[in-house]
């Protein structure tokens, strides 16, 4: 579904992506793990074409993203949630919503107010209140549900169990179950390994722009070194 080969990124000078290379296959959900800066959110804005300086190869359903706008990879099938969540604080949540409305998409789940209410009741409560009204958690949900509505086929979240409430974890947990049982693909990024486990397929490790590790849970168990030296604070 979507795969990246020998990518490289840079910020000017500053080379941030090293070859790296992994898969998300067909209603999957992949881990991609690391510290602060270890370029979790740069291969993820590759991947939505927000970073000029790049080399490498990102195709999804067989097609070639390198040098696609980001508005046309949207259009494709990909949905984006960034860690800094962007919502529109003086649109109502109900208005947010709105805003991400896209056409059905062949061969994607569509998503209607009213299941997006049940998978996020705490909007459905709030749908009336302003963005800027809503706490850290709901403003999470906010943006993924906002992402829904343009009926992706694989949803890039970016660090979502981030500085919210350990309860609204536990829905975020129960959401990306949600969404890979609807059919979706999520490429996940997370600090948490806990969080990572409970709701991922395979998990790759990226340590100062590289891939260290690419995997099942199973066999990072059985060698608990790789946890401790690319993800342990």
């Not at 490289?8 to 209603?27: C, D, M, P, W």
């Not at 709901?138 to 992402?147: D, F, K, V």
């Not at 600090?191 to 790759?204: E, I, M, P």
């Amino acid at each position: 579904m979507l795969e990246v080969k020998d990518l490289t990124a840079r910020y000017g000078r500053a080379q941030i992506l090293n070859g790296v290379s992994l898969k998300v296959g067909e209603n999957e959900v992949v881990a991609l793990l690391g510290r602060n800066g270890a370029g979790k959110t740069t291969t993820m804005k590759c991947i939505m074409g927000l970073v000029d300086q790049k080399t490498g190869e990102i195709t999804y359903d067989g097609q070639s993203l390198m040098r696609k706008a980001p508005h046309m990879i949207c259009r494709a099938g990909i949905g984006y949630v960034p860690e800094e969540r962007r919502i529109f604080p003086d649109l109502t949540v109900l208005e947010n919503l709105e805003v991400g409305r896209r056409p059905r998409r062949e061969g994607a789940p569509e998503w209607q107010l009213e299941h997006l209410f049940e998978l996020f009741p705490n909007l459905a409560e709030r749908q009336g209140n302003l963005g800027k009204q809503l706490s850290g958690g709901e403003q999470q949900m906010l943006t993924i549900a906002r992402t829904l509505m343009g009926n992706p086929k694989v949803v890039l979240l970016d660090e979502p169990s981030e500085g919210i409430a350990p309860v609204i974890v536990e829905q975020m947990a129960r959401v990306i179950k949600e969404l890979k049982a609807e059919g979706l693909s999520v490429l996940l990024s997370e600090q948490n390994l806990h969080f990572a486990r409970a709701v991922s397929d395979r998990a790759c490790i990226i340590e100062k722009g590289t891939l260290r590790y690419e995997g099942g849970f199973d066999d990072l168990d059985a060698h608990p070194e790789i946890s401790q030296k690319y993800l342990a604070v």
